[in-house]
């Protein structure tokens, strides 16, 4: 191998990590946009939505108190 083919290979390789960093950033951002909108005013949220969203906000509270509580004891 002479080192033009070697440095075309390189840079194949590198040019395609990059293109497909690329994709997959733009991918992230439109799937985190269409994510975003949400439902919208139209569509109230169900008893069973809201109470399933305490729930989980109950529990993430229960966790950080018990890592504060943690921390506090560590030091």
Same mark, same amino acid.
């Given at each position: 191998m002479n080192i033009e083919q070697i440095f075309r290979m390189?840079?194949?390789r590198v040019v395609g990590r990059a293109v497909? $960093?690329?994709v997959d950033a733009g991918?992230?951002?439109?799937?985190?946009? /269409?994510r975003g909108k949400g *439902?919208?005013?139209s569509q109230p949220m169900t008893e069973?939505?809201?109470? $399933?969203?305490e729930e989980?906000?109950?529990?993430?509270?229960?966790?950080? /108190?018990?890592r504060a509580? *943690?921390?506090q004891g560590s030091d």
């Open positions: 390189i840079l194949r497909n $960093a690329g991918l992230d951002a439109v799937s985190k946009r /269409a *439902r919208g005013k069973e939505e809201r109470a $399933a969203i989980r906000e109950r529990i993430r509270a229960i966790r950080q /108190a018990r509580k *943690r921390d």
